[in-house]
């Protein structure tokens, strides 16, 4: 049984954490485009230093980059049976890119989620963001902090704020993402492809409205 799903939603929405869950459970690839632009920009590919003058800034990359890097991932035999796609689509154009595509390679969509959450939650979550500089390991210093203060409990690594998790940038973001990709909601909507969660409350708990919205069996 095949599943392809996006998951929409502002940064800081908790779709990465959902999308590894459920992607694993499905046995399908999680997709997510900040890990790809994040390793082409540490790559120095052309791509990813393309990507970095927006990513530093809080813009959004362009579309023909993000897409030429989707495209490729969608061509790898893991992806035969579906996939969860984390952070794109995140522009109409982009959106409409994704539908030639399926529709060259006779794939459906099976939904779209969406995760509600307020602005001031988001940007607690974000400014609170710390990466391990080592292996990667990403901390909330309010809900899942270190055990030691500015240390990763994997590996033992520096813990960062990254540039873009700043509050001036992280606002910037948030500002990008309704002007730009809010539009999408209407898109997918208008498709009736559009199943709208809560992103706020217990891991578990998101997890199930995903999972009911997928059409998939709820652990009771």
Do not use: W
């Not at 994997?154 to 500002?175: H, I, M």
């Not at 909507?189 to 199930?208: K, N």
Request: proline share 6%; aromatic share 4%.
């Amino acid at each position: 049984m095949s599943l392809r799903v996006i998951f929409l939603g502002p940064p800081g929405a908790g779709k990465g954490t959902q999308a590894r869950e459920l992607a694993a459970s499905s046995r399908v690839p999680h997709v997510a485009t900040g890990d790809m632009l994040r390793e082409a920009v540490a790559d120095k590919t052309s791509l990813g230093l393309e990507a970095k003058r927006y990513m530093d800034s809080g813009g959004l990359v362009p579309d023909d980059v993000v897409i030429g890097l989707v495209g490729e991932r969608l061509e790898q035999p893991d992806a035969k049976a579906g996939c969860v796609l984390d952070g794109f689509p995140r522009t109409v154009a982009q959106a409409q890119a994704l539908d030639a595509l399926f529709a060259r390679k006779s794939l459906t969509l099976d939904r779209v989620i969406y995760f509600n959450v307020s602005r001031p939650e988001l940007l607690r979550r974000l400014t609170g963001r710390r990466v391990c500089r080592t292996c990667g390991h990403t901390y909330q210093l309010v809900s899942a902090p270190p055990k030691v203060a500015g240390k990763c409990d994997v590996c033992g690594g520096e813990l960062y704020q990254r540039p873009d998790d700043s509050e001036a940038t992280v606002a910037n973001r948030l500002d990008v993402y309704e002007k730009q990709t809010a539009p999408l909601l209407d898109y997918y909507r208008e498709r009736h492809l559009l199943a709208e969660i809560s992103g706020e409350g217990p891991v578990a708990e998101v997890a199930r409205a995903i999972r009911k919205a997928v059409g998939q069996p709820v652990a009771r």
